[in-house]
């Protein structure tokens, strides 16, 4: 079954301590993408990844990092938490139609 | 930033009524998606248009492409309860295919 599985559905965290956010697709995909969506806002790109190794920025990269060492992974790292990071998170690949990830809810306190 | 805008951005209306979602932009996109997204899940992909004046039809969901392929609209017929949830417009960008722009998206209710 195509799926893309992201990692922590849930999550609380403090301010300043690290975290990482899994994201795996199994469709051999080239694209992947990370997004933010917030209340009224919409789907906001974070970062993207067009192939193994090669990553850009999207509309809201500040506070992330991202990396693609491997085809079917692009995890997404936030190095340093803040509150305005508290938000719905959403891992995609796409070939001819974007999959989503489950969506990982993270709250910064 | 190329925009891909839709509207109404809320639309609450009662069950058996019919509604239309737009989705406007001032490029030229080589496609464009429709997704639907329940709450604190993702979006799941309805339909892709292709190419101009193109319809398809889902059900009671109509889809069609403008001539210029700028534009697009979903029409729901007698809209049930089940179809309430969060639209969402997308469009592949003409010279490149990797790059995909949303739409905010129209949160739609439909009350029994």
């Known amino acids: 079954e195509a799926q893309v599985t992201q990692n922590p559905r849930y999550l609380i965290t403090v301010t300043g301590k690290k975290l990482t956010v899994t994201c795996s697709q199994n469709?051999?995909?080239?694209?992947m993408s990370w997004y933010r969506q917030d209340p009224g806002l919409g789907l906001r790109q974070i970062y993207y990844?067009?192939?193994?190794?090669?990553?850009d920025k999207g509309d809201v990269p500040e506070g992330y990092k991202v990396s693609r060492k491997e085809k079917r992974n692009f995890p997404l790292i936030l190095e340093s938490p803040s509150p305005n990071q508290t938000s719905l998170y959403f891992c995609a690949s796409w070939g001819t139609e974007a999959f989503f990830g489950q969506g990982t809810r993270l709250t910064v306190v | 930033t190329q925009l891909l805008e839709q509207s109404p951005q809320f639309l609450s209306i009662q069950e058996g009524e019919n509604l239309t979602v737009y989705c406007n932009s001032s490029s030229v996109f080589s496609s464009l998606q429709w997704y639907r997204q329940e709450p604190g899940e993702g979006p799941v992909l309805l339909v892709t248009v292709v190419t101009g004046g193109e319809v398809k039809k889902l059900k009671r969901l109509t889809f069609q492409f403008g001539d210029a392929r700028k534009d697009s609209s979903l029409h729901i017929t007698a809209a049930q309860p089940g179809d309430t949830g969060l639209y969402l417009c997308a469009a592949t960008i003409q010279d490149s295919n990797y790059q995909l722009i949303w739409g905010a998206g129209t949160k739609l209710i439909i009350k029994p």
């Open positions: 469709m051999n995909h080239e694209y």
């Open positions: 990844s067009m192939n193994v190794e090669v990553t």
